[in-house]
């Protein structure tokens, strides 16, 4: 569904790069259709180039990412991460005939580390640090050795600095295993990979444009660089929902208040398209940014009738939106004097618990109120 923070592998995408491996524009077209969300026809074109192109380095892992995406766009989180845990199994083998067969070539190697590692996925949306960490590990070992040996690979700076920024986030005990790995554990080193990924990147630069937004809006609080890199995603893919929503909060953080106006109509148009699962998900989303646009309008009882109904709706995975949810219903509970609520609210944000910047904002209004 949506690719938000620490994903822990590659979607790589080959959508704009030079055709070098038989198979490459097949396997290019199923990207486009994955990415416009072309589920059934990214799926049916993937498959296609499997049984035709058996040896191409990436086609396996792609779609084993088209049809994890697929199944979260109809189906519960659980039967999601089951087909992508089965799909993994599936391919492993696979991937160790070909870096086998192909000793020379670091892709090979590349797209077997980000097999590895995407099991890590799973561990990750249950909050099970450790278990993470190992499973990504595993993928990330192979990475970090292509990237030491092929510097030139720029697409393995993506999943090397997402590792070091999940445990740049950590406590002292994760972030000592990562240096034990021969890793930095900083978010500043994360950041500065990703980025490489993103700017320089052949393959990658979609996921890791996607990243970067996702971590300068709810990790960072540095809108201004969001903005930048989910524009670009909304230039080339207009009808990718999830992009829309990264740029729309870029708009509304930087006080492009026309611009955001003109992207929740664009939202609302796209929204009947969505799968019933799809709205699940992604309909809280537009309206804790409708309601963000209100509070930064002042507009503060339409904040609290928008953001109720993404609390009350929320069903993702990942609960960086619901804690961000939580922070701006405080703060409009602040803003219109009621202090009780404004406390409850920032209590069920810190209690989720994770690695958003909601979580130092609501400790801070908890304790003195939010009246600027």
Known sequence: MHRIILIVAIFVSLLYSTDYYAGDSLVRSGVQAFYNYEFDEAVDILTDARKKFPDHPGVHLIWVAARWVRSQAYDTVVEANLILETDLALIQPIYKNLVKSNPYDPNYLLYQGSALGLSARVTLGQKKWFRTLYRAYKGFSIIDDVAEKYPEVIDARLPIGIIEYYAGMSNVLLKWSIQLYG???????????????????????????????????????????AFKYSRDLVDQFPKNYYFNLLLLESTIRTEKYDESSRIIGRLNSLSPTLTERQKEWYIPYLNYEKALLSFHLEQYDNVLLSVNKTISSYSAELDIILGNAYLLQGKAYDKLDQRLKAKSSYEACINLNNFSSSMNEAKQYYETPFYQ
């Open 183 to 225: 890793l930095n554990s900083s978010r500043e080193s994360g950041l500065e990979e990703i980025t490489k990924a993103a700017d320089q990147g052949d393959w990658a630069w979609i996921e890791a444009k996607g990243i970067l937004s996702f971590l300068y809006l709810w990790v960072e609080n540095e809108p201004i660089h």
